[in-house]
């Protein structure tokens, strides 16, 4: 098994690709190992000394470090925790994982509908790439909130990619979007 790394725009986080499946659907994110009761992969990294956030995609890993940790010392171990966990067919997750992005939900009106198929069509493919994702929260008095996971949460670029790349578009295709903010939730 051979898996690639890729830096991340966020110096926190690496991206992994095994090369092989690791969520059927949806994306999944760890905060911290008491999150963790679901996946026993991302337990297993949690167990790893400096790690400090795990985010699972369909096709890759996303795993962020503490400040104190460095990159040469943490990332032989995280591979090697992952090839042993993926070459021996060990569980990922033990559910289904929701699917993030835009599901229609009866509540939705119009707009909202839009902004759900802009961020899903425009947005999160591009945010995956980097080894995060960007999920639509709510859309409220002109304001669409947004959680970032994976390598976008915490990244020092979020912010530039929230005002000046997700809310430009936003704004230029539905008049009724004012502002875009990071979901003070998450």
């Given at each position: 098994?051979?898996?690639?790394?890729?830096?991340?725009?966020?110096?926190?986080?690496?991206?992994?690709?095994?090369?092989?499946?690791?969520?059927?659907?949806?994306?999944?994110?760890?905060?911290?190992?008491?999150?963790?009761?679901?996946?026993?992969?991302?337990?297993?990294?949690?167990?790893i000394v400096g790690v400090v956030r795990?985010?699972?995609?369909?096709?890759?890993?996303?795993?962020?470090?503490?400040?104190?940790?460095?990159?040469?010392?943490?990332?032989?171990?995280?591979?090697?925790?992952?090839?042993?966990?993926?070459?021996?067919?060990?569980?990922?997750?033990?559910?289904?994982?929701?699917?993030?992005?835009?599901v229609q939900g009866e509540e939705d009106?119009?707009?909202?509908?839009?902004?759900?198929?802009?961020?899903?069509?425009?947005?999160?493919?591009?945010?995956?790439?980097?080894?995060?994702?960007?999920?639509?929260?709510?859309?409220?008095?002109?304001?669409?909130?947004?959680?970032?996971?994976?390598?976008?949460?915490?990244?020092?670029?979020?912010?530039?990619?929230?005002?000046?790349?997700?809310?430009?578009?936003?704004?230029?295709?539905?008049?009724?979007?004012?502002?875009?903010?990071?979901?003070?939730?998450?």
């Amino acid at each position: 098994m051979f898996i690639q790394t890729e830096d991340t725009p966020n110096p926190a986080t690496v991206k992994f690709i095994p090369g092989q499946k690791i969520l059927e659907s949806g994306t999944r994110d760890y905060a911290s190992p008491q999150d963790t009761a679901s996946s026993p992969l991302a337990a297993r990294l949690f167990g790893i000394v400096g790690v400090v956030r795990v985010f699972l995609a369909e096709d890759f890993i996303s795993v962020s470090k503490a400040d104190d940790t460095d990159w040469s010392m943490l990332k032989p171990m995280i591979l090697a925790a992952l090839m042993e966990h993926l070459s021996t067919g060990q569980t990922i997750v033990k559910e289904t994982p929701k699917a993030n992005g835009a599901v229609q939900g009866e509540e939705d009106d119009e707009i909202t509908l839009q902004i759900k198929e802009l961020l899903e069509e425009r947005v999160r493919p591009m945010v995956a790439m980097d080894g995060g994702d960007i999920v639509f929260d709510r859309f409220e008095d002109g304001i669409v909130f947004l959680r970032m996971q994976g390598a976008c949460s915490g990244c020092p670029s979020s912010t530039a990619t929230l005002k000046m790349g997700i809310e430009n578009m936003l704004k230029h295709y539905i008049p009724e979007v004012v502002e875009v903010r990071p979901s003070p939730d998450f």
